[in-house]
T-cell receptor, first 114, second 112 residues
Framework: DAGVIQSPRHEVTEMGQEVTLRCKPISGHNSLFWYRQTMMRGLELLIYFNNNVPIDDSGMPEDRFSAKMPNASFSTLKIQPSEPRDSAVYFC????????????FGEGSRLTVL | DAKTTQPPSMDCAEGRAANLPCNHSTISGNEYVYWYRQIHSQGPQYIIHGLKNNETNEMASLIITEDRKSSTLILPHATLRDTAVYYCIVRVGGAGSYQLTFGKGTKLSVIP
């Protein structure tokens, strides 16, 4: 079975540019999570969705970040405009609500903002 | 969710059991203990979870003390591929509360 699929795996961009990260959750999963990982702050939850509805976005750092889940098989995390401090690995994870918290993570998208 | 305390790093000889401790002295009665690991450059991977009984699966065993204030993850025969950061997380179970908060974890190095 295909796991959580993220794209792009690597992105290098310049400050001020728009960045869009994409995630395809595991088919049948109805919860989706976006995490960010840096050396300084570790793994931080940015936002999560249940049944395509954002439940908690308190981890989204500021208005430059936005996330959408237009359907059960696709989500995006957008940063506009990007800044060097946004450089991190962004992970998407999905789970089946009611499975007692087993999250399946993608391989991550490594973002570098110059 | 309750806070956890883990040693920052541990070493284990290849083929020996790796015992990773976790303290969660403020755990509530409805909070589960989860273990995940993250191998370098990969996404975190679920290992095991439990509420109060000991649990075992194909990857590991989880031993939770009777007072639930601490737990130990046991990898019975550690291999080099088990070198990773191991995260102990406590979280309320039930519907509508599925986010996991990761701490710094324990960096396990399996030594040949």
């Amino acid at each position: 079975d295909a796991g959580v699929i993220q794209s792009p795996r690597h992105e290098v961009t310049e400050m001020g540019q728009e960045v869009t990260l994409r995630c395809k959750p595991i088919s049948g999963h109805n919860s989706l999570f976006w995490y960010r990982q840096t050396m300084m702050r570790g793994l931080e939850l940015l936002i999560y969705f249940n049944n395509n509805v954002p439940i908690d976005d308190s981890g989204m750092p500021e208005d430059r970040f936005s996330a959408k889940m237009p359907n059960a098989s696709f989500s995006t995390l957008k940063i506009q405009p990007s800044e060097p401090r946004d450089s991190a690995v962004y992970f998407c994870a999905s789970s089946l609500q009611g499975n007692a918290g087993e999250l399946f993570f993608g391989e991550g998208s490594r973002l570098t903002v110059l | 969710d309750a806070k956890t305390t883990q040693p920052p790093s541990m070493d284990c000889a290849e083929g020996r059991a790796a015992n990773l401790p976790c303290n969660h002295s403020t755990i509530s009665g409805n909070e589960y203990v989860y273990w995940y690991r993250q191998i370098h450059s990969q996404g975190p991977q679920y290992i095991i979870h439990g509420l109060k009984n000991n649990e075992t699966n194909e990857m590991a065993s989880l031993i939770i003390t009777e007072d639930r204030k601490s737990s130990t993850l046991i990898l019975p025969h550690a291999t080099l591929r088990d070198t990773a950061v191991y995260y102990c997380i406590v979280r309320v179970g039930g519907a509508g509360s599925y986010q996991l908060t990761f701490g710094k974890g324990t960096k396990l190095s399996v030594i040949p």
